[in-house]
């Protein structure tokens, strides 16, 4: 999970994005020094901290990774100013290194495979379009819970009615050049160790 701090760009303000919305559907409520931005549906859309460098510790700038000792410090100036929401964030990485253990036909689907990858402590089925993915793989996968360079949120889903967790990925897909003539997912090489981070 990531927040954008551009201090040159738009001033002192930690903005901390939740879900995407439609710009003119959205109210703002104050609390301190944190704006609480909210839907039609009262749905939490995200939060901007003004004043950041006053009230947080900040390293770096632009698009940062939200650490647990960040995370701590924002619990701690909502409850000082008396906004109860739940911050209850996972932080595990959301994108990691894979290895497809097993891979079989889609019954409902020719171009579909059904996937079981293996991503550290956990096995997820993943079901995958690409025409290069194969058992004993390493590969990039897009835990539930991870956005896309595109700003597509990775959630649990059915793909001709077989449950997917989770996206194998492309070089394309993560935003990274991928030669034409290079079709379909990104395989690693044997470097890469199997539930580690993958950082790009």
Do not use: W
């Not at 701090?5 to 879900?19: A, R, T």
């Not at 995407?20 to 020094?33: I, L, M, N, R």
């Not at 595990?92 to 579909?112: M, R, W």
Request: overall charge negative.
């Amino acid at each position: 999970m990531y927040v954008t701090y551009n201090p040159e760009g738009i001033g002192d303000v930690l903005i901390l994005p939740i879900e995407s919305g439609k710009k003119d559907e959205v109210t703002h409520e104050k609390f301190g020094p944190i704006v609480k931005i909210i839907d039609q549906n009262n749905n939490v859309l995200g939060y901007n901290i003004f004043k950041a460098s006053k009230h947080l510790s900040l390293e770096g700038k632009g698009k940062l990774q939200l650490t647990q000792s960040l995370l701590d410090e924002l619990k701690q100036l909502f409850k000082e100013n008396h906004l109860n929401d739940s911050l209850d964030f996972d932080l595990t990485p959301k994108f990691v290194v894979g290895y497809v253990t097993s891979k079989i036909q889609h019954e409902n689907a020719d171009k579909l495979s059904v996937c079981e990858v293996e991503v550290g402590e956990e096995t997820l089925q993943i079901v995958c379009g690409a025409p290069n993915v194969d058992k004993d793989q390493k590969v990039v996968v897009a835990k539930v819970g991870a956005t896309m360079p595109s700003g597509l949120k990775i959630k649990p889903t059915k793909l001709r009615g077989v449950a997917s967790n989770g996206m194998i990925c492309s070089k394309k897909e993560l935003g990274l050049t991928q030669p034409e003539e290079e079709i379909g997912i990104y395989v690693l090489d044997d470097a890469y160790k199997v539930g580690e981070p993958f950082n790009f």
